[in-house]
C-alpha cells in the first residue's frame, strides 16, 4: 500500500500488525460479509493515520478483497490515508484529532447495554493520545459506569510526530495510571502473539469494569532498515528499499 504513495506511517502499521492479527483473528466477532452486523463487536481506530495497518487486517479478515489495497490513498479510493467510516467497510469512526476515539467507545457501550446487546467495543489508542485530557475523561466515564463491555489497547511505541513521547510529555507509569482510574490493565510485548493471547483472554475473565491492554511495540518491527530510522514518525522510502523491506520481512518470517 505505502508504495503506491512511496510514504506513509509505516512504521506504526508495522508496529502494530501483530495486535491487529490477534484482535482480528481470535477476539472479535464479526462477519466479514455483513460488516453492520447489529451484533457485531465494535473495533474502534481513534489513531486514523493508523489506517494502512487496518485496512491490511480488514483485507485478512475478508471485509474489503486484498486488490483493493493497490488503492490506498488515491482519489476516488475506499481507502484514504486517514481512516474514514463514511467510506470503509468495517471502519467504525472517522479518525484524525487525536483524544475521541474512547469517548466513543464509552457512548456506543451504554447504548449496546441499555439495548440489551452483547457486544463488546475495543478502542486502539496510541500512547501519544494519552497526551489528550479527552482520553483520560472518558476512562473515567467508562470506569464509572462499570463498562466490562470496553477494552482499550494502547499502542506503545515511544514516538510521536514532535518527537520520543517522553519528551513530549511523560506519562509513564502508564498502567499504574489506568488501574488509578478503576480498569484491569495489563501489560505485555505487543510483538509477541502468545502474549497477546494470552492477555486478551485474562482480561475476558472482567466483566465489572473496562480493560485496558497495554502493548509494547517496535517502530518498522520486522523491517530492520526502517526500525532505524531516525524520522520514523510519517516515513518516506526510497524506490530501492521497497524490494529491500519485503526481503527483510520474508526472512523474519522463515525463522
Known amino acids: ?18 495486535v491487529l492479527a490477534v484482535v482480528y483473528g481470535s477476539q472479535l466477532r464479526h462477519r466479514p460479509d455483513d460488516p453492520r452486523r447489529p451484533e457485531r463487536d465494535r473495533f474502534l481506530l481513534s489513531i486514523g493515520h493508523y489506517a494502512i495497518a487496518l485496512y491490511a487486517a480488514l483485507a485478512e479478515a475478508g471485509v474489503i478483497p486484498v486488490e483493493e489495497l493497490r488503492t490506498y490513498g488515491s482519489d476516488d479510493s475506499r481507502l484514504p490515508m486517514s481512516a474514514m467510516a463514511s467510506y470503509t467497510p468495517g471502519v467504525e469512526i472517522s479518525g484524525g484529532s487525536l483524544g475521541h476515539g474512547l469517548a466513543v467507545a464509552c457512548g456506543l457501550a451504554l447504548g449496546l447495554r441499555h439495548t440489551g446487546n452483547p457486544a463488546r ?118 524506490e530501492h528499499e521497497w524490494q529491500i523491506a519485503r526481503d527483510q520481512l520474508e526472512e523474519g518470517s522463515r525463522r
Open 1 to 18: 500500500m505505502a508504495e503506491v504513495q512511496g510514504q506513509g506511517y509505516i512504521g506504526q502499521a508495522l508496529g502494530v500488525a501483530d
Open 121 to 238: 467495543v475495543y478502542n486502539l489508542l496510541s500512547d501519544g493520545e494519552l497526551d489528550e485530557g479527552s482520553t483520560w475523561e472518558a476512562a473515567l466515564a467508562c470506569a464509572h459506569h462499570g463498562l466490562g463491555n470496553v477494552t482499550a489497547i494502547v499502542d506503545v511505541n515511544g514516538l510521536q510526530a514532535d518527537g520520543a513521547t517522553a519528551g513530549v510529555l511523560r506519562t509513564e507509569p502508564v498502567a499504574d495510571k489506568w488501574r488509578a482510574f478503576g480498569w484491569h490493565a495489563l501489560r505485555v510485548d505487543g510483538n509477541d502473539i502468545a502474549a497477546l493471547l494470552s492477555a486478551f483472554e485474562r482480561l475476558r475473565e472482567h466483566r465489572d469494569a473496562p480493560s485496558v491492554l497495554i502493548c509494547d511495540t517496535r517502530i518498522g518491527r520486522g523491517v530492520p532498515l526502517l526500525e532505524n530510522r531516525d524520522k520514523a514518525h510519517f516515513m518516506r522510502v526510497e
